[in-house]
């Protein structure tokens, strides 16, 4: 298959945008949640886009962080994902499955993976991905290539969304152990980018994709508070 009927095939697989009415159902169930159970304030809305081509990044301390994205935006998202998720709740697995996001297998090359990106992206999508490809404690830790390899090959602006909770997510230990809603802020920066790489069309080498990755992060960092930013501090104010 040529690479002309390999992208029309792409574009029509990942047809921007996609389940609509089973994302919104998931939407507005979150919001419903989100308004009854837990504090979430949002900040930054006004540096939203008002449309795509956008690449989202974020944090990644707890699965509920997917959360952040679609709660702050009113974007028709994608997600892009670790395909096995390890060491997620059995019932945190089922919500990617749901929303049918990109997966990603990790330790591969990832060739159809970047190929969905790139078609929901040339349609002016909005595709999100959290760099460091995996749920971890804070602070912030090394990224993992990909997102940095993403924004480098498809030069699109990328935008940063720090979500935090004071509360580890705890929705139902802290109302029964602080009598309150657990805390959740997600923060929204500036749109930055594209990152350039110099010639159309040239992969990114080792060096490039590393330089890009410390970007991302440290915008990223930007939105949370210091105490999560961990190695990436330098320049924030």
């Known amino acids: 298959m040529g690479r002309q009927e390999t992208k029309t095939e792409y574009l029509t697989k990942y047809h921007y945008p996609r389940n609509q009415f089973r994302r919104g159902l998931l939407r507005g169930g979150i919001a419903l949640l989100a308004k009854i159970l837990i504090d979430y304030k949002v900040f930054g809305t006004e540096n939203l886009p008002e449309k795509g081509?956008?690449?989202?990044?974020?944090?990644h301390f707890h699965f509920l962080d997917t959360v952040g994205p679609i709660h702050s935006t009113k974007?028709?998202?994608?997600?892009?994902?670790?395909?096995?998720m390890p060491n997620a709740p059995i019932s945190m697995k089922i919500f990617p499955r749901i929303w049918d996001t990109l997966r990603i297998a990790q330790g591969t090359a990832n060739l159809?993976?970047?190929?969905?990106?790139?078609?929901?992206?040339?349609?002016?999508?909005?595709?999100?991905?959290?760099?460091?490809?995996?749920?971890?404690?804070?602070?912030?830790?090394?990224?993992?290539?990909?997102?940095?390899?993403?924004?480098?090959?498809?030069?699109?602006?990328?935008?940063?969304?720090?979500?935090?909770?004071?509360?580890?997510?705890?929705?139902?230990g802290t109302l029964r152990s602080k009598r309150r809603k657990a805390r959740v802020v997600s923060r929204i920066g500036k749109p930055f980018g594209p990152l350039a790489i110099g010639e159309p069309g040239k992969l990114p080498g080792r060096a490039e994709v590393k330089a890009a990755g410390q970007v991302i992060m440290e915008k990223i960092a930007e939105m949370l508070p210091i105490a999560a930013r961990g190695p990436y501090t330098t320049g924030i104010v």
Do not use: C
Request: glycine residues 10%.
């Open 75 to 84: 974007y028709p998202l994608e997600f892009i994902g670790d395909a096995e």
């Open 112 to 172: 159809a993976a970047m190929r969905a990106a790139e078609a929901v992206l040339e349609q002016d999508g909005i595709l999100a991905i959290f760099p460091e490809g995996h749920v971890h404690k804070p602070p912030l830790g090394t990224p993992l290539p990909g997102a940095a390899f993403m924004a480098l090959r498809l030069g699109v602006p990328i935008l940063p969304i720090g979500t935090f909770s004071e509360d580890n997510w705890d929705i139902f």
């Open 53 to 59: 081509p956008l690449l989202i990044v974020g944090n």
